[in-house]
């Protein structure tokens, strides 16, 4: 019983170690409101409804926003990073 009681706790910590590590690398992009021009191309981009308008300045929501990258080949002024 003790030998499975060890081999769950060092089975749990490994679990939580990956997943450290998986938010630790997460790359979460932002967009830089000064260069942005609002043409919305990054708003019809975005597969997953991400991106909101405040103002005349698009935002990218962290908590929907899974880091794929396609809003940032398609921004002209290059204000995705
Ligand atoms: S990186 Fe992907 S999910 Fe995140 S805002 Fe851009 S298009 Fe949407
Ligand atoms: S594509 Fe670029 S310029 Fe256009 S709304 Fe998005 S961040 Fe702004």
Redesign the pocket.
Known sequence: MKKINLILSIALLLLLLIAACQKATAYS?KIDSDGCIACGK?FE????N??IYQGDKAF?VQS?????????SVCPENS?H
């Open positions: 992009y990054c981009a975005c597969p997953h991400a991106i990218i929907k926003c899974t880091a794929c990258g396609q809003c940032v995705i």
